[in-house]
Each structure stands twice: as C-alpha cells, then as structure tokens.
C-alpha cells in the first residue's frame, strides 16, 4: 500500500488501528492530533516504569506505530485549514468525533469531496453517524453494552459484566478494513471516493447472531450462562494449585463423546462414569456434578500439567493465560508478535506486530508511533510545500500544538 495516503484524525483504539494495519502494509499515515487535548489512549498507559509520560504510553504506542505525527489545535481556523489542505491531497481520511462535529468545522465529507473526489472518509463512533443513538456519548466498554454482550456474560443469574476494556473499540476496526480496502478497489475504476460510516456497537452485535436468530425463529430471550455452552459439556475454567497469593486455572471442553471418554480415563473418578454422561444430552443435565469432579481433580494439580496430561489424550485443555504468560509464550514468540521500535531517544517503544500474516506482501512496522508533533515540520513543508517562515509563524501563534 505505499502508494496510498491517509490522514488520521482518530482517538483510542477503534479508528488509530485502521491506519495503524494500513501503515503495516507501506501506507504513509498521518496522524494527527493537539496536545492541548490528549487523546485518552495517550493518557491510559501503561507507562514504562510506571513514571507517567503521554509520549511512552504503552495502548498508544501499538495503536500508533508506524505513523507520522503532527500536532494542530483544530479549535483555530488556520489549523482546520491546514487539515483541509492535507484532505485535499489523500486517499483516506479516518475520524471518530462526535457524529456532525467534522461537518461544524467545515471538514465533512461534502466540503471535502468537493476538493477531492477520490477521497475516500471513513467515520467510526459508537453507533453511527445517523440515528436516533447517534449522539449517545461513550467508548468501547459502552458499546459492548449497547450491543447486548453485557447481558450475555457473566454467570446465569448474575450482575452483568462486560468484556475486557472497550471491547467494541477492539473488534470495529476488523470490518472496517475491508469495507475500506473494497472502496480503495472501487476507485480504481470509477475515480471516485466514498462515504463509510462504522458503527462500533453493530460490530459487536456480529458476536450474538446466533442469539439473534434464537429470537427472530423461536422467541428465545438469551440469557448469560458463564462459560457453558449448549453444545458442548463440560465446558469451562477451573482453579488449579497455585503459589499462595497467586491464581492459575485450566480451560476444558469436550465437544463430543470420544473426548468425554477420554477425559474419564484421565480423571479416573468414579462420579464420572454414570452410563447418562455418556451422551451430551446426559452431560448437560448432570453439568454440575462434572464441574465439581473437575474443580476437585484440577485443585491439586498445576495447570501446565492438566494442559499437558488431556491435550496428550486428545482433550481440549488450555493453561488460562496471563499477561506474563502471554509474553512468554513460544507460540507467539515464533511468529514475532511482540516487537520493538526505537523511539526519537532511542529507547524502545514496544508494540505488537501485525495481527496477520501475508507471503507476498508480508507486513512490517517501520517506525515507533509519534512522540507529540514529532514529524510536524516534515509533514507541513515536504507533503503540503510550506515554507519555514510560515511554520514558524504558526508555531509562535500556537496553531501546532
């Protein structure tokens, strides 16, 4: 993609990972940004060391590397301006302010579009740019509410919980692209940009189609049930021995009967081989039962060894991954997920790698996200052919900040 060029003007992690997959694949991304107003994944860390630096903040670096950064106060005209200015020359532009907020500052699509007719603007918010949610306020953790995830997890009969963090802001992104890139191909032959609109809160939704369909065909109100699952018994995550002070568990399902057999020969408990659990139908009813055979058997033996003893026979069983875990792990270490950059300073910036893997056109990020204003002067000179008398006018009158 390094003929393509895109002007980022997102926040968090919804919009910032479209350009940032983009930037993987040779796209030049602009990213653009005031440090008048950090932006919150530059504000949520972690930090290294835990010394609070907005320039190191671990979310912003993987959402951002391999971007360009240029700081303006979109709050002054000659800043808005410039961001016209840089519409005028791209391919894509990517936002995600409130619905109608581009269009109050003379930057939405139509005026754009008029500049540019091959521009392609992609705007992802929590419901839309139109509606009657569209001007609801609030990030991922809101849309997973929104798109009835909250209701679904949890324990049956329980307070609702949600996913982990702004659970819509990670899963938009991955429609987004490909709307995005059948737009770029459209272009290709017509000359013409186009209007996306994402909604974050219906990309969650893709999640609970089946609960969807249980509703629209039969009526059924889906209801949180924990970790089990209607075709599958047992099925779920159970505590192992631990240091003190410490947790560690084992995920285990068995999705047919060979395997519920073999899970048998392994737990040798003779509350397991009651001729009903044969069946799914028989495990299903006796669920519980099982779930305490399997917490008892599970609670004296560490969990590496319970993965390691059921995957030999055949049985789905997985250590429940921590963090450390996760950046210890061999699996993700061949394929070169976690990786490095170096910052302006030299110290590394710290980052995953793209989330796919392509033969031909494999993906690399070739530089740390931006500290604030980092490549400002490049961008407004070498893209926009700004003099330097200019830029530091608007420096002095604190248009790029």
């Known amino acids: 993609m390094d003929h393509i060029t895109v002007l980022d003007l997102s926040w968090v992690v919804a919009g910032p990972m479209i350009g940032r997959n983009m930037a993987d694949f040779g796209a030049r991304v602009i990213r653009v940004e005031s440090s008048k107003k950090p932006e919150v994944a530059r504000l949520t860390g972690p930090f290294p060391e835990g010394v609070r630096d907005l320039n190191r903040s671990g979310l912003y670096e ?234 008892a058997w599970c609670r004296d033996r560490e969990a590496q060894d319970v993965e390691t003893t059921l995957q030999a026979k055949g049985v789905a069983a997985y250590v429940a991954a921590s963090p450390a875990d996760l950046a210890a792990d061999p699996q993700l270490a061949a394929w070169g997920h976690f990786q490095n950059s170096p910052r302006t300073d030299g110290t590394p910036a710290h980052h995953e790698a793209c989330r796919f893997q392509l033969s031909l056109t494999p993906a690399e990020v070739r530089r740390a996200a931006p500290e604030y204003g980092r490549d400002t002067r490049d961008v407004l000179s070498g893209f926009l052919g700004m003099d330097a008398a200019a830029i530091d006018r608007l420096a002095a009158e604190g248009v790029l900040t």
């Open 62 to 295: 993987n959402c951002n590397a391999g971007k360009d950064g240029v700081t303006l106060d979109l709050s002054s005209a000659e800043a808005r301006d410039i961001v016209k200015a840089m519409a005028g020359k791209v391919d894509v532009l990517v936002e995600s302010f409130a619905p109608g907020q581009m269009d109050k500052w003379g930057l939405g699509y139509e005026a754009l579009s008029a500049e540019n007719p091959g521009l392609i603007m992609l705007s992802t918010s929590l419901m839309g740019q139109s509606g009657p949610w569209s001007a609801l306020a609030g990030f991922g953790n809101i849309g997973a509410a929104m798109s009835g995830l909250q209701v679904m997890a949890g324990r049956e009969g329980a307070d609702p919980v949600g996913p982990y963090g702004p659970y819509t802001d990670f899963v938009a992104p991955r429609l987004a692209l490909p709307v995005l890139m059948a737009a770029l191909e459209e272009r290709r032959s017509t000359g013409k940009g186009r209007r996306l609109d994402v909604s974050q809160a219906e990309a969650g939704m893709q999640f609970i189609a089946e609960a969807f369909a249980g509703w629209s065909a039969k009526g059924l109100v889906p209801v949180a049930h924990g970790n089990r699952d209607p075709q599958v018994a047992p099925n779920g995550c159970y505590p192992c021995a631990a240091p003190e002070g410490e947790t560690a568990w084992v995920a285990i399902s068995v999705n047919d009967d060979a395997a519920w057999s073999a899970l048998c020969d392994v737990v040798g408990d003779d509350a397991l081989s009651d001729p009903s659990f044969a069946t799914l139908e028989g495990r299903k009813a006796g669920e519980a039962q099982i779930d305490a055979v399997l917490n």
